[in-house]
Protein backbone atom coordinates (compact mmCIF):
# COMPACT_ATOMS: atom_id res chain seq x y z
CA UNK A 1 0.00 0.00 0.00
CA UNK A 2 1.50 3.25 -0.94
CA UNK A 3 1.64 6.13 1.61
CA UNK A 4 2.07 9.18 -0.04
CA UNK A 5 3.52 11.60 2.33
CA UNK A 6 6.18 14.30 1.99
CA UNK A 7 9.07 11.74 2.19
CA UNK A 8 8.00 9.39 -0.65
CA UNK A 9 6.18 12.02 -2.76
CA UNK A 10 9.71 13.45 -2.86
CA UNK A 11 11.56 10.57 -3.89
CA UNK A 12 8.87 10.01 -6.98
CA UNK A 13 10.80 13.40 -7.96
CA UNK A 14 14.49 12.00 -8.44
CA UNK A 15 14.83 11.70 -12.39
CA UNK A 16 12.50 13.95 -13.33
CA UNK A 17 13.32 16.93 -15.13
CA UNK A 18 12.02 20.58 -14.85
CA UNK A 19 12.03 23.73 -17.21
CA UNK A 20 11.88 26.92 -15.16
CA UNK A 21 11.08 30.09 -16.68
CA UNK A 22 11.07 34.08 -16.42
CA UNK A 23 8.83 35.84 -18.94
CA UNK A 24 8.79 38.96 -19.96
CA UNK A 25 6.15 41.57 -19.09
CA UNK A 26 3.81 42.08 -15.95
CA UNK A 27 1.88 39.16 -14.52
CA UNK A 28 -1.37 41.04 -15.81
CA UNK A 29 -0.04 41.31 -19.18
CA UNK A 30 0.90 37.50 -19.35
CA UNK A 31 -2.22 36.31 -18.08
CA UNK A 32 -3.68 37.43 -20.81
CA UNK A 33 -1.18 36.52 -23.98
CA UNK A 34 -1.46 33.76 -26.13
CA UNK A 35 2.32 34.60 -27.62
CA UNK A 36 4.28 34.13 -24.73
CA UNK A 37 7.99 35.44 -24.80
CA UNK A 38 10.62 33.98 -22.62
CA UNK A 39 13.10 35.93 -20.61
CA UNK A 40 15.48 33.14 -19.26
CA UNK A 41 15.12 29.52 -18.62
CA UNK A 42 17.13 27.00 -16.75
CA UNK A 43 16.34 23.31 -17.16
CA UNK A 44 17.25 21.17 -13.86
CA UNK A 45 17.13 17.82 -13.10
CA UNK A 46 16.41 16.25 -9.68
CA UNK A 47 18.91 14.41 -8.58
CA UNK A 48 18.54 13.88 -4.32
CA UNK A 49 15.38 13.99 -2.72
CA UNK A 50 16.47 16.74 -0.27
CA UNK A 51 17.67 20.32 -1.72
CA UNK A 52 18.35 21.61 1.46
CA UNK A 53 22.40 20.87 2.33
CA UNK A 54 22.59 19.05 -1.43
CA UNK A 55 25.25 19.86 -4.08
CA UNK A 56 23.11 21.27 -5.92
CA UNK A 57 21.73 24.00 -4.10
CA UNK A 58 25.42 24.83 -2.78
CA UNK A 59 26.58 25.25 -6.12
CA UNK A 60 23.31 27.42 -6.54
CA UNK A 61 24.12 29.31 -4.02
CA UNK A 62 27.61 30.33 -4.80
CA UNK A 63 26.15 31.47 -8.30
CA UNK A 64 23.38 33.41 -6.38
CA UNK A 65 25.77 35.32 -4.68
CA UNK A 66 27.58 35.94 -8.26
CA UNK A 67 24.85 37.24 -9.98
CA UNK A 68 23.87 39.08 -6.94
CA UNK A 69 26.91 41.56 -6.43
CA UNK A 70 27.34 42.07 -10.10
CA UNK A 71 23.71 43.63 -9.71
CA UNK A 72 24.80 45.49 -6.27
CA UNK A 73 27.32 46.66 -8.27
CA UNK A 74 25.34 47.62 -11.40
CA UNK A 75 23.17 49.28 -8.94
CA UNK A 76 25.87 51.44 -7.58
CA UNK A 77 26.98 52.37 -10.67
CA UNK A 78 23.50 53.50 -12.27
CA UNK A 79 23.37 55.76 -8.85
CA UNK A 80 26.31 57.61 -9.42
CA UNK A 81 25.85 58.03 -13.57
CA UNK A 82 21.89 57.76 -14.73
CA UNK A 83 23.02 56.95 -18.20
CA UNK A 84 24.07 53.67 -16.65
CA UNK A 85 21.73 50.77 -18.16
CA UNK A 86 19.69 47.77 -15.84
CA UNK A 87 21.76 44.68 -16.45
CA UNK A 88 18.45 43.44 -17.18
CA UNK A 89 20.38 39.62 -18.28
CA UNK A 90 21.75 39.43 -15.05
CA UNK A 91 18.37 40.17 -13.16
CA UNK A 92 16.68 37.91 -15.09
CA UNK A 93 19.25 34.57 -14.46
CA UNK A 94 19.04 35.79 -10.95
CA UNK A 95 15.37 35.48 -10.87
CA UNK A 96 15.50 32.47 -12.01
CA UNK A 97 17.85 30.81 -9.31
CA UNK A 98 15.61 32.40 -7.09
CA UNK A 99 12.47 30.53 -8.64
CA UNK A 100 14.46 27.24 -9.07
CA UNK A 101 15.51 27.34 -4.80
CA UNK A 102 11.63 28.31 -4.33
CA UNK A 103 10.07 25.60 -6.59
CA UNK A 104 12.39 22.68 -5.14
CA UNK A 105 12.07 23.96 -1.55
CA UNK A 106 8.04 23.76 -1.82
CA UNK A 107 8.94 20.11 -3.20
CA UNK A 108 9.98 19.26 -0.11
CA UNK A 109 6.48 20.42 1.75
CA UNK A 110 4.74 18.24 -1.01
CA UNK A 111 1.66 19.16 -3.50
CA UNK A 112 -1.00 16.78 -4.20
CA UNK A 113 -2.65 18.45 -6.28
CA UNK A 114 -0.73 16.87 -9.48
CA UNK A 115 -2.17 13.43 -8.17
CA UNK A 116 -5.57 13.90 -7.90
CA UNK A 117 -6.38 16.09 -10.46
CA UNK A 118 -5.16 15.98 -14.21
CA UNK A 119 -2.86 18.77 -14.62
CA UNK A 120 -2.26 20.56 -18.20
CA UNK A 121 0.74 23.26 -18.73
CA UNK A 122 0.42 25.82 -21.51
CA UNK A 123 2.03 28.86 -21.53
CA UNK A 124 -0.19 29.93 -23.94
CA UNK A 125 -3.49 29.07 -22.84
CA UNK A 126 -5.68 32.11 -23.25
CA UNK A 127 -7.30 33.50 -19.99
CA UNK A 128 -10.45 31.61 -20.36
CA UNK A 129 -9.48 28.87 -21.86
CA UNK A 130 -12.02 25.61 -23.14
CA UNK A 131 -11.28 22.97 -21.33
CA UNK A 132 -13.15 20.25 -24.80
CA UNK A 133 -9.93 21.89 -26.51
CA UNK A 134 -7.19 20.36 -24.10
CA UNK A 135 -8.63 17.03 -22.66
CA UNK A 136 -8.07 14.16 -24.83
CA UNK A 137 -9.48 13.37 -28.52
CA UNK A 138 -11.57 10.69 -28.86
CA UNK A 139 -11.47 8.53 -32.36
CA UNK A 140 -11.55 5.41 -34.16
CA UNK A 141 -9.56 3.45 -36.59
CA UNK A 142 -10.67 1.81 -39.89
CA UNK A 143 -9.62 -0.61 -42.53
CA UNK A 144 -8.28 1.62 -45.74
CA UNK A 145 -7.60 0.78 -49.27
CA UNK A 146 -4.74 3.61 -48.69
CA UNK A 147 -5.44 5.45 -52.12
CA UNK A 148 -7.72 8.27 -51.46
CA UNK A 149 -9.64 7.49 -48.76
CA UNK A 150 -11.64 9.32 -46.27
CA UNK A 151 -9.82 8.37 -42.56
CA UNK A 152 -12.66 8.57 -39.16
CA UNK A 153 -11.45 12.08 -37.63
CA UNK A 154 -10.74 12.69 -33.93
CA UNK A 155 -12.73 14.92 -32.25
CA UNK A 156 -12.97 15.85 -28.30
CA UNK A 157 -13.86 13.77 -25.66
CA UNK A 158 -15.86 16.04 -23.59
CA UNK A 159 -19.35 16.56 -25.31
CA UNK A 160 -19.57 20.35 -24.36
CA UNK A 161 -17.65 23.84 -23.78
CA UNK A 162 -16.12 23.87 -20.42
CA UNK A 163 -14.50 27.23 -19.14
CA UNK A 164 -11.57 27.06 -16.98
CA UNK A 165 -10.48 30.86 -16.39
CA UNK A 166 -7.08 31.84 -15.57
CA UNK A 167 -6.44 33.78 -11.90
CA UNK A 168 -3.28 35.20 -11.19
CA UNK A 169 -1.35 33.90 -7.64
CA UNK A 170 1.08 35.81 -5.51
CA UNK A 171 3.11 35.49 -2.49
CA UNK A 172 6.58 36.49 -1.03
CA UNK A 173 7.15 39.18 1.52
CA UNK A 174 6.63 42.59 2.57
CA UNK A 175 9.53 43.08 0.33
CA UNK A 176 10.04 43.97 -3.50
CA UNK A 177 12.66 42.93 -5.73
CA UNK A 178 15.34 45.50 -5.40
CA UNK A 179 15.37 44.81 -1.19
CA UNK A 180 15.41 41.17 -2.08
CA UNK A 181 18.64 41.32 -3.79
CA UNK A 182 19.95 43.87 -0.92
CA UNK A 183 19.21 41.21 2.13
CA UNK A 184 21.41 39.86 3.99
CA UNK A 185 21.87 36.31 3.24
CA UNK A 186 20.05 35.31 6.25
CA UNK A 187 17.10 37.15 5.85
CA UNK A 188 16.57 36.20 1.97
CA UNK A 189 17.01 32.83 3.04
CA UNK A 190 13.92 33.17 5.63
CA UNK A 191 11.62 34.64 2.93
CA UNK A 192 12.26 32.07 0.22
CA UNK A 193 11.71 29.27 2.93
CA UNK A 194 8.87 30.99 4.16
CA UNK A 195 7.32 31.45 0.65
CA UNK A 196 7.86 28.11 0.01
CA UNK A 197 5.61 27.29 2.62
CA UNK A 198 3.09 29.70 1.12
CA UNK A 199 3.50 28.02 -2.12
CA UNK A 200 3.39 24.66 -1.13
CA UNK A 201 -0.04 25.97 1.06
CA UNK A 202 -1.43 27.22 -1.74
CA UNK A 203 -0.90 24.78 -4.28
CA UNK A 204 -2.33 21.84 -1.82
CA UNK A 205 -5.46 24.36 -1.17
CA UNK A 206 -5.86 24.29 -5.10
CA UNK A 207 -7.73 20.70 -4.98
CA UNK A 208 -7.85 19.45 -1.51
CA UNK A 209 -9.62 23.02 -0.14
CA UNK A 210 -12.60 22.44 -2.95
CA UNK A 211 -12.53 18.66 -1.78
CA UNK A 212 -13.21 19.32 2.09
CA UNK A 213 -15.07 22.31 1.79
CA UNK A 214 -17.80 20.36 -0.77
CA UNK A 215 -21.34 19.19 0.62
CA UNK A 216 -21.37 15.74 1.66
CA UNK A 217 -25.10 16.18 3.89
CA UNK A 218 -26.64 14.00 1.11
CA UNK A 219 -26.82 10.11 2.02
CA UNK A 220 -25.38 9.46 -1.43
CA UNK A 221 -22.01 10.71 -0.58
CA UNK A 222 -21.78 9.71 2.50
CA UNK A 223 -20.39 6.37 4.19
CA UNK A 224 -21.58 5.32 7.98
CA UNK A 225 -19.69 3.43 9.67
CA UNK A 226 -20.17 -0.72 9.46
CA UNK A 227 -21.03 -2.16 12.86
CA UNK A 228 -21.03 -5.63 11.41
CA UNK A 229 -17.63 -7.61 12.36
CA UNK A 230 -16.75 -9.30 15.88
CA UNK A 231 -13.69 -6.54 16.39
CA UNK A 232 -12.77 -2.15 15.34
CA UNK A 233 -10.43 -3.76 12.36
CA UNK A 234 -13.22 -6.12 11.01
CA UNK A 235 -15.68 -2.74 11.07
CA UNK A 236 -12.90 -0.61 9.41
CA UNK A 237 -12.36 -2.67 6.78
CA UNK A 238 -16.03 -3.50 6.13
CA UNK A 239 -16.38 0.57 6.64
CA UNK A 240 -13.94 0.91 3.69
CA UNK A 241 -14.74 -1.50 1.34
CA UNK A 242 -18.41 0.07 1.85
CA UNK A 243 -17.27 3.45 0.94
CA UNK A 244 -15.08 2.75 -2.07
CA UNK A 245 -17.52 0.98 -3.82
CA UNK A 246 -20.23 3.64 -2.93
CA UNK A 247 -17.92 5.82 -4.95
CA UNK A 248 -17.06 3.72 -7.99
CA UNK A 249 -20.80 3.30 -8.41
CA UNK A 250 -21.46 7.34 -8.32
CA UNK A 251 -21.80 8.65 -12.02
CA UNK A 252 -19.44 10.75 -13.96
CA UNK A 253 -21.24 13.99 -15.09
CA UNK A 254 -20.15 14.09 -18.96
CA UNK A 255 -20.93 11.02 -20.11
CA UNK A 256 -23.30 9.48 -16.99
CA UNK A 257 -21.84 6.25 -16.52
CA UNK A 258 -20.34 5.01 -13.07
CA UNK A 259 -17.08 6.19 -12.29
CA UNK A 260 -16.07 2.59 -12.00
CA UNK A 261 -16.88 1.74 -15.83
CA UNK A 262 -13.85 4.16 -16.71
CA UNK A 263 -10.45 4.10 -16.43
CA UNK A 264 -9.58 5.42 -12.57
CA UNK A 265 -7.51 5.31 -9.82
CA UNK A 266 -8.43 5.27 -5.96
CA UNK A 267 -7.18 7.56 -3.69
CA UNK A 268 -7.80 7.73 0.34
CA UNK A 269 -7.46 10.92 1.97
CA UNK A 270 -6.64 10.67 5.62
CA UNK A 271 -6.12 12.25 8.81
CA UNK A 272 -2.34 11.57 9.76
CA UNK A 273 -3.41 10.35 13.53
CA UNK A 274 -5.70 7.76 11.74
CA UNK A 275 -3.06 6.19 9.48
CA UNK A 276 -2.10 3.76 12.43
CA UNK A 277 -5.39 1.52 11.96
CA UNK A 278 -5.55 2.45 8.41
CA UNK A 279 -2.67 1.37 7.18
CA UNK A 280 -2.45 -2.32 7.96
CA UNK A 281 -6.82 -3.08 7.49
CA UNK A 282 -6.12 -1.42 3.79
CA UNK A 283 -3.51 -3.57 3.23
CA UNK A 284 -4.98 -6.47 3.56
CA UNK A 285 -3.31 -7.32 7.12
CA UNK A 286 -6.63 -8.67 7.76
CA UNK A 287 -5.84 -11.82 5.39
CA UNK A 288 -3.36 -13.37 7.52
CA UNK A 289 -5.68 -13.68 11.10
CA UNK A 290 -7.43 -16.75 11.18
CA UNK A 291 -11.49 -17.03 12.57
CA UNK A 292 -12.68 -13.71 11.04
CA UNK A 293 -14.81 -15.78 8.64
CA UNK A 294 -14.91 -13.68 5.66
CA UNK A 295 -11.93 -12.87 3.46
CA UNK A 296 -10.59 -9.24 3.30
CA UNK A 297 -7.72 -8.96 1.06
CA UNK A 298 -5.77 -5.71 0.31
CA UNK A 299 -8.12 -3.20 -0.83
CA UNK A 300 -8.23 -1.35 -4.43
CA UNK A 301 -6.63 1.77 -3.35
CA UNK A 302 -3.65 3.61 -5.75
CA UNK A 303 -2.49 5.16 -2.44
CA UNK A 304 -3.25 7.18 0.94
CA UNK A 305 -2.42 10.68 1.47
CA UNK A 306 -2.34 11.89 5.16
CA UNK A 307 -2.95 15.37 5.51
CA UNK A 308 -4.15 17.27 8.48
CA UNK A 309 -3.83 20.78 7.12
CA UNK A 310 -1.25 23.43 5.86
CA UNK A 311 1.51 24.32 6.87
CA UNK A 312 0.02 27.57 8.19
CA UNK A 313 -3.49 26.47 8.57
CA UNK A 314 -4.88 28.12 11.75
CA UNK A 315 -2.10 30.56 11.92
CA UNK A 316 -2.95 34.70 11.92
CA UNK A 317 -2.38 36.77 8.85
CA UNK A 318 -2.74 40.28 10.18
CA UNK A 319 -6.80 40.00 11.67
CA UNK A 320 -7.04 37.00 9.52
CA UNK A 321 -6.86 33.18 10.61
CA UNK A 322 -5.55 31.17 7.96
CA UNK A 323 -7.87 28.21 6.71
CA UNK A 324 -6.03 25.21 5.03
CA UNK A 325 -7.69 22.57 6.28
CA UNK A 326 -7.16 18.93 6.56
CA UNK A 327 -9.27 15.26 6.75
CA UNK A 328 -10.74 15.66 10.26
CA UNK A 329 -10.49 12.82 12.75
CA UNK A 330 -12.41 10.08 12.61
CA UNK A 331 -12.95 10.74 8.62
CA UNK A 332 -11.77 9.85 5.39
CA UNK A 333 -12.40 10.82 1.81
CA UNK A 334 -12.82 8.35 -1.21
CA UNK A 335 -11.56 10.45 -4.44
CA UNK A 336 -11.80 8.59 -7.66
CA UNK A 337 -9.58 10.16 -9.96
CA UNK A 338 -11.45 9.41 -13.21
CA UNK A 339 -9.30 9.95 -16.63
CA UNK A 340 -9.96 12.85 -18.61
CA UNK A 341 -13.61 13.59 -16.80
CA UNK A 342 -12.23 14.20 -13.44
CA UNK A 343 -10.49 17.69 -12.03
CA UNK A 344 -7.95 20.00 -13.94
CA UNK A 345 -5.62 22.52 -12.87
CA UNK A 346 -4.35 24.52 -16.09
CA UNK A 347 -1.09 26.19 -15.52
CA UNK A 348 0.03 28.60 -17.67
CA UNK A 349 2.73 30.53 -15.15
CA UNK A 350 4.30 27.86 -12.77
CA UNK A 351 5.90 30.10 -9.76
CA UNK A 352 7.70 33.10 -11.63
CA UNK A 353 8.92 36.10 -11.30
CA UNK A 354 8.33 39.55 -13.10
CA UNK A 355 11.76 40.66 -14.39
CA UNK A 356 11.24 43.77 -16.76
CA UNK A 357 13.30 47.25 -16.20
CA UNK A 358 10.49 49.36 -15.08
CA UNK A 359 10.30 49.43 -11.79
CA UNK A 360 12.65 46.29 -10.76
CA UNK A 361 14.72 48.66 -9.12
CA UNK A 362 12.51 51.17 -7.71
CA UNK A 363 10.91 51.74 -4.33
CA UNK A 364 7.79 51.06 -5.44
CA UNK A 365 4.70 50.20 -3.10
CA UNK A 366 4.49 46.42 -5.19
CA UNK A 367 5.41 43.81 -2.52
CA UNK A 368 4.47 40.90 -4.66
CA UNK A 369 7.81 38.97 -5.11
CA UNK A 370 6.51 35.75 -7.01
CA UNK A 371 3.20 34.77 -8.98
CA UNK A 372 2.02 32.11 -10.76
CA UNK A 373 -0.89 31.58 -13.17
CA UNK A 374 -3.11 28.77 -13.19
CA UNK A 375 -7.21 28.35 -13.93
CA UNK A 376 -9.18 25.14 -11.68
CA UNK A 377 -11.94 22.93 -12.75
CA UNK A 378 -13.83 21.08 -10.04
CA UNK A 379 -17.34 20.20 -11.32
CA UNK A 380 -16.92 17.27 -12.00
CA UNK A 381 -15.60 15.84 -8.64
CA UNK A 382 -18.10 17.46 -6.77
CA UNK A 383 -21.17 16.31 -5.22
CA UNK A 384 -24.33 16.80 -7.64
CA UNK A 385 -27.88 15.04 -7.05
CA UNK A 386 -29.48 14.42 -10.39
CA UNK A 387 -32.65 12.92 -10.86
CA UNK A 388 -32.25 10.70 -7.81
CA UNK A 389 -28.45 9.89 -8.97
CA UNK A 390 -25.12 10.82 -7.45
CA UNK A 391 -22.74 12.22 -9.56
CA UNK A 392 -18.94 13.31 -8.61
CA UNK A 393 -15.76 11.02 -7.51
CA UNK A 394 -16.08 12.24 -3.05
CA UNK A 395 -17.28 9.85 -0.62
CA UNK A 396 -16.82 11.40 3.27
CA UNK A 397 -16.72 8.06 5.53
CA UNK A 398 -17.10 7.97 9.03
CA UNK A 399 -15.18 5.63 10.89
CA UNK A 400 -16.52 3.09 13.59
CA UNK A 401 -15.43 3.84 16.71
CA UNK A 402 -12.55 2.60 18.34
CA UNK A 403 -12.67 -0.71 20.61
CA UNK A 404 -11.85 1.04 24.77
Request: no cysteine; glycine share 8%; charged share 25%.
Amino acid sequence: MKILNAETMRKSLIGKARNIKTYRGTASENKTTTDSVVAHSQTIKITNDKWIGSAGREQLLTKRKALTEKLQKNFNERQENASVGFDLKTIQELATLYTIDLSRQADEFTDYTPVLYNEIVDENVPESANLRDMAPYVGKEETITGTGDKVPLMQPSLPEDYTVKQEIRGFGDQTNYRQLIFNPFHKTEHIINSAARILADSKNNDSLGKIFAADFSDPLFKQLPNQSGATYDIRLYNTLKAGIRKALHLYSKPYNRENGLFRHEIYLLVNPMDLIDLQAVASGALATVGGIQQLAPALPIDGIIPYGGGLNNGLMWGNEKLNYPGVPLGKVYVFIKVETFGGYRVIKRNETMETGEGDVFALTSEKRVWHRIRGLYHDFILPEVKGGKGYGSLIEITLPEFDL
